[in-house]
Structure formats: structure tokens, C-alpha cells
């Protein structure tokens, strides 16, 4: 049990369009939801933790206006890359926290993302 | 506060023989500590936890840490090296006061060789 879904694996896009990442609980739900980001060779820098039904907490230094998320139901929380740029590629991972234990966290399988 | 260090970036090792790689934390309140893997362009897979129970933690594929609090480490080893445990890993410490987030160290490359 506790499968985190993410989706796309990879995705190329142009520099001025949008990408959306989705992240699902599969048999789980999940009222809290953090999305990282992981430049090449290095740990996981948390972008921001989305809350069910409220505005996500970004991180310093996150443009919200830039990384857009949403989560709209226990089991589904989406992360938009606007008007992507090439210094936006990256390794995004989500992680879905399963119960109010600090222990219950499953992580999706990332998504990379390239901007060309 | 929490933070984690891990002391090695890469680790090399032949196969069969003893892993060993190092981490360092501290926090201000009682921690829960992890130790994650993940395989090129994949996401993170949980070894192990220490949750305030026994300090000796046995985890998934032969890994087993254990917790020393007088010295604030979290070492994670394994007997015997296999090829396929070739991978980064990552030791992540959040602090047991309700909804903690996690906090990752740098990471260390384990390599193992034939």
C-alpha cells in the first residue's frame, strides 16, 4: 500500500509555455502533499507543501506566481511550470504524507523536466 | 532547527565487502531519521526509519542503521555490497513534533565495483 503516482515520467517542452505535473495518491489520501526539486548530483530542495483544499506554502525563494499548485482533492495535487525557461529544468519530485505520523511519507518517481 | 550531514559525497566499494556510509544530525527536539535511495531518474525509495523505538534499525535489501544519540549519527550499513546497490542515498531527519517536514542531506554515491 501507499503508492504514490506521478505523471509524466519526462517531459520536453518550448521556453514560454506551461507544463503541468500531477501527483496522485493511489490508495491513500492524502491531505498534505510537498513538491521538491533536484538539480543534478544534489539532495532535494522542498519547493512547497500543498494542502488539500488550501493555498500551498512555498518556500523562500519559490516564486509561486512561477510554480503553480493546486490541490484540489485528497488524492490529487498538480504543480505547473508557467511560462517555462531553460534554468527551469529539472528534476521534480513529489511526496504525499499518509497519515499525522512524521514517518508516513511516499514518494512519486519524478518527473524530468526539459525546456528547449 | 535540524539539519543533516552526510559526510561522504561518493563511496566506493567492491563488491561483497562491507558499506558504510556515514550521516550526521542535529534537532531540537526528538528526530525521526530516514535513510533513502533512488536510482537514476527515479524517486526515492525508503530503506529504513528510527522513531524513537529501538535504536538499532533494520531496513529493506540487507541495510540496517543504527541510532546513537551521545554522538548525533545515523550511520547506514549493509554486510555485503551488491552491484545493484550502486545508487545515491539520502539520510532525512524531521523533528517528532507533529507535522514536521523533512530535511535532506547532500546525498552520498555509493559505487560498487566487480
Known amino acids: 500500500g501507499a503508492v504514490v503516482s506521478q505523471h509524466p515520467s519526462w517531459v520536453i517542452c518550448k521556453s514560454g509555455t506551461s507544463v503541468k505535473i500531477e501527483c496522485r495518491s493511489l490508495?491513500?489520501?492524502?491531505?498534505?502533499m510537498f513538491w521538491y526539486r533536484q538539480f543534478p548530483k544534489q539532495s532535494l530542495m522542498l519547493m512547497a507543501t500543498s494542502n488539500e483544499g488550501s493555498k500551498a506554502t512555498y518556500e523562500q525563494g519559490v516564486e509561486k506566481d512561477k510554480f503553480l499548485i493546486n490541490h484540489a482533492s485528497l488524492t490529487l495535487s498538480t504543480l505547473t511550470v508557467t511560462s517555462a525557461h531553460p534554468e527551469d529544468s529539472s528534476f521534480y519530485i513529489c511526496?504525499?504524507?499518509?497519515?499525522?505520523?512524521?514517518?508516513?511519507?511516499?514518494f512519486g518517481s519524478g518527473t524530468r523536466l526539459t525546456v528547449v | 532547527a535540524q539539519s543533516v550531514t552526510q559526510l561522504d559525497s561518493h563511496v566506493s566499494v567492491s563488491e561483497g565487502t562491507p558499506v558504510l556510509l556515514r550521516c550526521n544530525y542535529s534537532s531540537s527536539y526528538s528526530p525521526s531519521l530516514f535513510w533513502y535511495v533512488q536510482h537514476p531518474n527515479k524517486g526515492l525509495q525508503l530503506l529504513l526509519k528510527y522513531t524513537s523505538a529501538a535504536t538499532l534499525v533494520k531496513g529493506i535489501n540487507g541495510f540496517e542503521a543504527e541510532f546513537k544519540k551521545s554522538e548525533t549519527s545515523f550511520h547506514l550499513t549493509k554486510p555485503s555490497a551488491h552491484m545493484s546497490d550502486a545508487a545515491e542515498y539520502f539520510c532525512v531527519v524531521s523533528s517528532n513534533s507533529g507535522y514536521s517536514t523533512l530535511t535532506f542531506g547532500k546525498g552520498t554515491m555509493l559505487l560498487v565495483s566487480p
Open positions: 490508495d491513500f489520501q492524502a491531505t498534505t
Open positions: 511526496s504525499a504524507r499518509r497519515d499525522s505520523t512524521t514517518y508516513g511519507y511516499t
